[in-house]
């Protein structure tokens, strides 16, 4: 079963800087990994997503690898802004029925 | 616009009582979803249905009940054997190889 794992749980950070959150899964054999966005009391936005066969995505100041051999993937963030505080929410699905597990979340604080 | 709707945001109930959350999605996917998120923890899979008419337990399925009549609807029922019911509740849609799209979530007070 796929286990997904998000370092660190918390980040506090001032405005400007680049940061990377991290996340680890048990199951090599994964179909594709997202990563999210949660804002307090709202549902999670998809911010990007990476196919099994892909190394990396972007979007504007977001870029996330996906490193299947060594179980990990990486959302870096550029020049961190205020409004990019939020709880960042990584799954990956595994072949087959494709069941996203959800890691726990990094909690994010950027402070101007 | 195409998306989840979730409702209501907010619902209290009293203990013993069965509650029923709505989900209903516009984007023709298959597979639909149903989490549960408590303080702390990750979302926990508790129902899934990848076709109409077929759904299938997660992790955390007991006292809870689903049904998947139409493609547009997957409601959620929390029924008075969920020991600790009261939790954030959030609802997905999504096909294989595409984002996972969610629902606002409702907020689930039993007392």
């Known amino acids: 079963k796929q286990e997904v794992t998000q370092i660190p749980a918390a980040l506090s950070v001032p405005e400007g800087e680049n940061l990377v959150l991290n996340c680890s899964f048990t199951?090599?054999?994964?179909?594709?990994l997202q990563w999210f966005r949660q804002d307090p009391g709202k549902g999670l936005t998809s911010l990007l997503l990476?196919?099994?066969?892909?190394r990396e995505q972007t979007s504007g100041r977001l870029n996330a690898s996906l490193d299947k051999s060594s179980g990990r993937s990486t959302l870096y963030i550029a020049a961190s802004q205020p409004g990019d505080s939020a709880t960042y929410l990584c799954?990956?699905?595994?072949?087959?029925?494709?069941?996203?597990?959800f890691g726990r979340g990094t909690s994010l604080i950027v402070h101007p | 616009d195409g998306g989840i709707t979730q409702s209501p945001k907010y619902l209290f109930r009293k203990e013993g009582q069965n509650v029923t959350l709505s989900c209903e999605q516009n984007?023709?996917?298959?597979?639909m979803y149903w989490y549960r998120q408590d303080p702390g923890q990750g979302l926990r899979l508790i129902y899934y249905s990848q076709i109409v008419n077929d759904f299938q337990k997660g992790d955390i399925a007991e006292g809870y009940s689903v049904s998947r009549e139409k493609k547009e609807s997957f409601p959620l029922t929390v029924t008075s054997a969920q020991k600790n019911p009261t939790a954030f509740y959030l609802c997905a849609s999504g096909d294989r190889g595409s984002p996972l799209h969610f629902g606002n979530g409702t907020r689930l007070t039993v007392t």
């Open positions: 984007l023709n996917h298959d597979a």
């Open positions: 199951d090599s054999a994964i179909y594709n």
């Open positions: 799954a990956g699905g595994t072949g087959g029925s494709y069941i996203p597990t």
């Open positions: 990476i196919q099994s066969s892909q």
